[in-house]
Protein backbone atom coordinates (compact mmCIF):
# COMPACT_ATOMS: atom_id res chain seq x y z
CA UNK A 1 0.00 0.00 0.00
CA UNK A 2 1.55 3.14 -0.68
CA UNK A 3 0.72 6.69 0.84
CA UNK A 4 1.29 10.17 -1.00
CA UNK A 5 4.78 11.40 -0.94
CA UNK A 6 5.99 7.75 -0.14
CA UNK A 7 9.45 7.05 -1.82
CA UNK A 8 9.06 5.05 -4.71
CA UNK A 9 10.27 2.09 -4.75
CA UNK A 10 12.86 0.27 -7.21
CA UNK A 11 10.03 -1.97 -8.55
CA UNK A 12 7.53 1.05 -9.27
CA UNK A 13 10.83 3.06 -10.85
CA UNK A 14 11.17 -0.08 -12.90
CA UNK A 15 7.73 -0.09 -14.16
CA UNK A 16 8.00 3.63 -15.74
CA UNK A 17 11.19 3.24 -16.71
CA UNK A 18 9.82 0.80 -19.25
CA UNK A 19 6.03 2.42 -20.12
CA UNK A 20 8.68 5.36 -20.92
CA UNK A 21 10.43 2.95 -22.75
CA UNK A 22 7.37 1.48 -24.44
CA UNK A 23 6.01 4.63 -25.36
CA UNK A 24 9.67 6.02 -26.98
CA UNK A 25 9.51 3.08 -29.12
CA UNK A 26 5.84 2.42 -30.32
CA UNK A 27 5.05 5.94 -30.87
CA UNK A 28 6.96 6.91 -33.36
CA UNK A 29 5.47 4.03 -35.41
CA UNK A 30 1.95 4.54 -34.12
CA UNK A 31 2.21 7.94 -35.44
CA UNK A 32 3.75 7.27 -39.00
CA UNK A 33 0.71 4.58 -39.15
CA UNK A 34 -1.57 6.72 -38.33
CA UNK A 35 -0.74 9.83 -40.12
CA UNK A 36 -0.07 8.03 -43.64
CA UNK A 37 -2.16 5.32 -43.47
CA UNK A 38 -5.45 5.47 -41.50
CA UNK A 39 -6.04 9.36 -42.23
CA UNK A 40 -5.50 8.88 -45.78
CA UNK A 41 -8.11 6.11 -46.00
CA UNK A 42 -10.58 8.16 -44.16
CA UNK A 43 -9.93 10.86 -46.43
CA UNK A 44 -10.43 8.41 -49.05
CA UNK A 45 -13.85 6.98 -47.77
CA UNK A 46 -15.33 10.50 -47.19
CA UNK A 47 -14.13 11.56 -50.67
CA UNK A 48 -16.05 8.25 -52.34
CA UNK A 49 -18.84 9.90 -50.57
CA UNK A 50 -18.82 13.16 -52.17
CA UNK A 51 -20.64 14.09 -55.32
CA UNK A 52 -18.19 14.97 -58.20
CA UNK A 53 -17.62 18.57 -58.82
CA UNK A 54 -17.62 20.48 -62.13
CA UNK A 55 -13.68 20.09 -62.22
CA UNK A 56 -13.49 16.25 -60.94
CA UNK A 57 -12.92 17.63 -57.14
CA UNK A 58 -15.57 16.12 -54.52
CA UNK A 59 -18.22 18.41 -53.53
CA UNK A 60 -21.02 18.29 -50.90
CA UNK A 61 -23.91 16.59 -50.49
CA UNK A 62 -22.56 13.18 -49.85
CA UNK A 63 -24.31 10.80 -52.10
CA UNK A 64 -23.80 7.25 -53.83
CA UNK A 65 -23.28 8.45 -57.08
CA UNK A 66 -19.86 7.35 -57.50
CA UNK A 67 -20.35 3.51 -56.59
CA UNK A 68 -23.27 3.31 -58.90
CA UNK A 69 -21.19 4.57 -61.31
CA UNK A 70 -18.29 2.26 -60.72
CA UNK A 71 -21.35 -0.59 -61.20
CA UNK A 72 -22.29 0.81 -64.74
CA UNK A 73 -25.19 3.17 -64.26
CA UNK A 74 -24.52 6.46 -65.76
CA UNK A 75 -26.90 9.15 -67.58
CA UNK A 76 -27.14 6.87 -70.38
CA UNK A 77 -28.02 4.33 -68.72
CA UNK A 78 -26.85 1.06 -67.44
CA UNK A 79 -22.94 0.15 -69.55
CA UNK A 80 -21.20 -3.14 -68.42
CA UNK A 81 -17.88 -1.60 -68.90
CA UNK A 82 -16.57 -0.81 -65.12
CA UNK A 83 -17.70 -4.34 -64.55
CA UNK A 84 -15.71 -5.62 -67.25
CA UNK A 85 -12.44 -3.56 -66.04
CA UNK A 86 -13.05 -5.67 -62.91
CA UNK A 87 -13.83 -8.82 -63.90
CA UNK A 88 -10.55 -8.51 -66.22
CA UNK A 89 -8.49 -7.63 -62.95
CA UNK A 90 -9.86 -10.57 -61.63
CA UNK A 91 -9.15 -12.71 -64.12
CA UNK A 92 -6.24 -11.74 -64.71
CA UNK A 93 -5.04 -11.69 -60.82
CA UNK A 94 -6.72 -15.36 -61.01
CA UNK A 95 -4.71 -16.48 -64.07
CA UNK A 96 -1.06 -14.86 -63.38
CA UNK A 97 -1.56 -16.28 -59.43
CA UNK A 98 -1.29 -19.52 -60.49
CA UNK A 99 1.04 -19.45 -63.57
CA UNK A 100 3.37 -18.38 -60.29
CA UNK A 101 2.72 -21.40 -58.57
CA UNK A 102 3.12 -23.93 -61.01
CA UNK A 103 6.55 -21.95 -61.71
CA UNK A 104 7.12 -21.47 -58.60
CA UNK A 105 7.05 -24.75 -56.98
CA UNK A 106 9.60 -27.06 -58.66
CA UNK A 107 12.23 -23.36 -58.83
CA UNK A 108 11.74 -23.33 -55.08
CA UNK A 109 12.13 -27.54 -54.66
CA UNK A 110 14.97 -27.20 -57.05
CA UNK A 111 16.78 -24.36 -55.19
CA UNK A 112 16.42 -26.92 -51.65
CA UNK A 113 17.76 -29.72 -53.03
CA UNK A 114 20.96 -27.99 -54.57
CA UNK A 115 24.24 -27.79 -52.51
CA UNK A 116 24.20 -25.52 -49.29
CA UNK A 117 27.09 -22.89 -51.24
CA UNK A 118 24.93 -22.55 -54.25
CA UNK A 119 21.92 -21.71 -52.80
CA UNK A 120 22.11 -18.39 -51.93
CA UNK A 121 23.19 -17.45 -55.40
CA UNK A 122 20.27 -19.28 -57.32
CA UNK A 123 18.40 -17.07 -54.60
CA UNK A 124 19.71 -13.82 -55.77
CA UNK A 125 19.36 -15.05 -59.61
CA UNK A 126 15.65 -15.01 -58.56
CA UNK A 127 15.32 -11.63 -56.69
CA UNK A 128 18.19 -9.48 -58.70
CA UNK A 129 15.31 -9.05 -61.33
CA UNK A 130 12.99 -6.94 -59.10
CA UNK A 131 16.04 -4.55 -58.00
CA UNK A 132 15.29 -2.89 -61.66
CA UNK A 133 12.39 -0.36 -61.40
CA UNK A 134 9.38 -1.87 -62.67
CA UNK A 135 8.98 0.66 -65.18
CA UNK A 136 11.98 -0.30 -66.97
CA UNK A 137 11.37 -4.36 -66.64
CA UNK A 138 8.26 -3.56 -68.41
CA UNK A 139 9.95 -1.25 -71.53
CA UNK A 140 12.31 -4.71 -71.43
CA UNK A 141 9.26 -6.48 -72.31
CA UNK A 142 7.77 -4.36 -74.60
CA UNK A 143 11.05 -4.57 -77.03
CA UNK A 144 10.89 -8.45 -76.62
CA UNK A 145 7.40 -8.32 -77.10
CA UNK A 146 7.35 -5.96 -80.32
CA UNK A 147 6.49 -6.92 -84.24
CA UNK A 148 9.14 -8.00 -85.73
CA UNK A 149 11.27 -9.46 -82.68
CA UNK A 150 12.00 -13.79 -82.08
CA UNK A 151 9.02 -14.63 -79.83
CA UNK A 152 6.22 -12.79 -82.11
CA UNK A 153 7.89 -13.90 -85.28
CA UNK A 154 7.54 -17.60 -83.97
CA UNK A 155 4.30 -16.54 -82.73
CA UNK A 156 3.33 -15.97 -86.13
CA UNK A 157 4.89 -19.35 -87.53
CA UNK A 158 2.40 -21.38 -85.12
CA UNK A 159 -0.71 -19.03 -86.09
CA UNK A 160 -1.16 -17.59 -82.51
CA UNK A 161 -1.26 -13.77 -83.73
CA UNK A 162 -1.60 -12.10 -87.24
CA UNK A 163 1.26 -10.93 -89.06
CA UNK A 164 2.87 -8.24 -88.48
CA UNK A 165 1.06 -7.53 -85.08
CA UNK A 166 3.75 -8.70 -82.58
CA UNK A 167 2.54 -10.01 -78.64
CA UNK A 168 2.56 -6.17 -77.38
CA UNK A 169 0.12 -4.82 -76.76
CA UNK A 170 -2.17 -7.90 -75.52
CA UNK A 171 -3.57 -9.38 -72.56
CA UNK A 172 -1.16 -12.28 -72.55
CA UNK A 173 1.93 -9.51 -72.31
CA UNK A 174 0.09 -8.15 -69.25
CA UNK A 175 -0.22 -11.76 -67.61
CA UNK A 176 3.14 -12.02 -68.74
CA UNK A 177 4.63 -9.08 -67.23
CA UNK A 178 2.47 -10.07 -63.93
CA UNK A 179 3.55 -13.42 -63.55
CA UNK A 180 7.84 -12.35 -63.97
CA UNK A 181 7.10 -9.31 -61.61
CA UNK A 182 5.64 -11.50 -58.87
CA UNK A 183 7.55 -14.33 -59.22
CA UNK A 184 10.50 -13.86 -56.49
CA UNK A 185 7.30 -12.69 -53.78
CA UNK A 186 6.41 -16.52 -54.28
CA UNK A 187 9.42 -18.62 -54.61
CA UNK A 188 10.70 -16.89 -51.57
CA UNK A 189 7.72 -18.04 -48.94
CA UNK A 190 7.96 -21.70 -50.93
CA UNK A 191 12.09 -21.76 -50.46
CA UNK A 192 11.29 -21.30 -46.43
CA UNK A 193 8.69 -24.03 -46.32
CA UNK A 194 10.33 -26.25 -48.09
CA UNK A 195 14.56 -25.76 -46.21
CA UNK A 196 11.65 -27.12 -43.23
CA UNK A 197 10.14 -29.94 -44.97
CA UNK A 198 10.50 -32.78 -42.97
CA UNK A 199 11.38 -35.62 -45.42
CA UNK A 200 10.40 -38.64 -42.81
CA UNK A 201 7.16 -37.73 -43.64
CA UNK A 202 7.83 -38.36 -47.52
CA UNK A 203 9.73 -41.82 -47.13
CA UNK A 204 6.87 -42.80 -45.27
CA UNK A 205 4.50 -41.96 -47.90
CA UNK A 206 6.46 -43.94 -49.92
CA UNK A 207 7.16 -46.58 -48.16
CA UNK A 208 3.35 -47.12 -47.95
CA UNK A 209 3.07 -47.31 -51.84
CA UNK A 210 1.61 -44.18 -52.73
CA UNK A 211 1.65 -42.44 -55.62
CA UNK A 212 3.91 -39.22 -56.12
CA UNK A 213 0.74 -37.27 -56.65
CA UNK A 214 -0.78 -38.37 -53.44
CA UNK A 215 2.58 -38.50 -51.56
CA UNK A 216 3.15 -35.17 -52.85
CA UNK A 217 -0.49 -33.97 -51.89
CA UNK A 218 -0.54 -36.07 -48.60
CA UNK A 219 3.22 -35.08 -47.47
CA UNK A 220 4.52 -32.64 -48.90
CA UNK A 221 1.84 -30.11 -49.68
CA UNK A 222 0.37 -29.82 -45.59
CA UNK A 223 4.04 -28.82 -44.94
CA UNK A 224 4.33 -25.91 -47.98
CA UNK A 225 0.98 -24.84 -47.05
CA UNK A 226 1.91 -22.01 -45.03
CA UNK A 227 4.53 -20.42 -47.83
CA UNK A 228 2.27 -20.99 -50.07
CA UNK A 229 -0.34 -18.58 -48.95
CA UNK A 230 1.98 -16.10 -47.92
CA UNK A 231 3.09 -16.23 -51.21
CA UNK A 232 -0.36 -15.97 -52.96
CA UNK A 233 -1.15 -13.08 -50.36
CA UNK A 234 2.21 -11.00 -51.17
CA UNK A 235 1.59 -12.19 -55.45
CA UNK A 236 -2.60 -11.60 -55.99
CA UNK A 237 -3.02 -8.57 -53.35
CA UNK A 238 -0.33 -6.92 -55.46
CA UNK A 239 -1.75 -7.69 -58.78
CA UNK A 240 -4.95 -6.96 -58.34
CA UNK A 241 -4.28 -3.24 -57.95
CA UNK A 242 -1.74 -3.53 -60.35
CA UNK A 243 -0.95 -0.20 -62.66
CA UNK A 244 2.29 0.14 -64.48
CA UNK A 245 2.47 -3.70 -65.93
CA UNK A 246 -1.23 -2.81 -67.61
CA UNK A 247 -0.50 0.86 -68.74
CA UNK A 248 2.51 -0.06 -70.42
CA UNK A 249 2.43 -3.71 -71.52
CA UNK A 250 -1.97 -4.03 -72.43
CA UNK A 251 -1.65 -0.67 -74.24
CA UNK A 252 -4.90 0.04 -73.08
CA UNK A 253 -6.12 -3.25 -74.07
CA UNK A 254 -5.85 -4.59 -70.76
CA UNK A 255 -7.12 -2.29 -68.23
CA UNK A 256 -7.30 -3.49 -64.76
CA UNK A 257 -8.77 -1.63 -61.76
CA UNK A 258 -5.44 0.22 -60.62
CA UNK A 259 -5.70 1.88 -64.16
CA UNK A 260 -9.27 2.75 -63.52
CA UNK A 261 -8.95 4.25 -60.07
CA UNK A 262 -5.72 6.01 -61.83
CA UNK A 263 -7.46 7.65 -64.38
CA UNK A 264 -10.17 8.97 -62.35
CA UNK A 265 -7.41 11.07 -60.06
CA UNK A 266 -5.78 12.63 -63.51
CA UNK A 267 -7.43 11.95 -67.06
CA UNK A 268 -11.16 11.55 -66.63
CA UNK A 269 -11.08 13.58 -63.40
CA UNK A 270 -13.92 12.53 -61.25
CA UNK A 271 -12.05 11.92 -57.80
CA UNK A 272 -15.14 10.33 -56.11
CA UNK A 273 -15.25 7.87 -58.76
CA UNK A 274 -11.75 6.74 -58.03
CA UNK A 275 -11.96 6.57 -54.45
CA UNK A 276 -15.01 3.90 -54.43
CA UNK A 277 -12.44 1.87 -57.04
CA UNK A 278 -10.15 2.61 -54.36
CA UNK A 279 -12.75 1.05 -51.44
CA UNK A 280 -13.66 -1.67 -53.92
CA UNK A 281 -9.56 -2.71 -54.03
CA UNK A 282 -9.48 -2.56 -49.93
CA UNK A 283 -12.50 -4.56 -49.79
CA UNK A 284 -11.04 -7.27 -52.28
CA UNK A 285 -7.95 -7.44 -50.10
CA UNK A 286 -9.61 -7.89 -46.79
CA UNK A 287 -11.77 -10.67 -48.39
CA UNK A 288 -8.91 -12.04 -50.26
CA UNK A 289 -7.12 -11.86 -46.46
CA UNK A 290 -9.93 -13.42 -45.03
CA UNK A 291 -10.72 -16.06 -47.43
CA UNK A 292 -6.63 -17.10 -47.05
CA UNK A 293 -6.60 -17.35 -43.47
CA UNK A 294 -9.94 -19.79 -44.08
CA UNK A 295 -8.77 -21.93 -46.13
CA UNK A 296 -5.20 -22.57 -44.24
CA UNK A 297 -7.37 -23.52 -40.81
CA UNK A 298 -8.81 -26.01 -42.87
CA UNK A 299 -6.55 -27.30 -44.93
CA UNK A 300 -3.78 -26.94 -42.12
CA UNK A 301 -5.89 -29.60 -39.86
CA UNK A 302 -7.02 -27.09 -37.58
CA UNK A 303 -4.14 -24.65 -37.24
CA UNK A 304 -5.05 -21.62 -38.42
CA UNK A 305 -1.84 -20.19 -40.90
CA UNK A 306 -0.97 -16.83 -39.87
CA UNK A 307 -1.13 -13.93 -42.89
Not at 31 to 52: C, D, E, R
Not at 84 to 111: E, K, M
Amino acid sequence: MSFPGAVPTARSRAMVRETRHLLFTVTPGAFWIFTFLVLPSAYLMGVAFMTNGPYGLPQMPLSLDSFERLAGVGFLGWSPGNLYTLLRSLWQTLVSTVLVVIIAYPVAYYITTCREKWRPILLLLVVVPSWTNQVIRAFGWMNLLAPGTPLSSLAESLGLVAPNMGLYPSNFAVTLGLVYNFLPFMVLPLYAAFEKLDTAQVQAAQDLYASPVRAFWHAVFPQTLPGLLAGTVLVAIPAFGMYVIPELLGGGKGMMLGNLVANQFAGSSNWPLGAAGAILMLIATFIGLFAMRRIGKRLGGGEEVVI
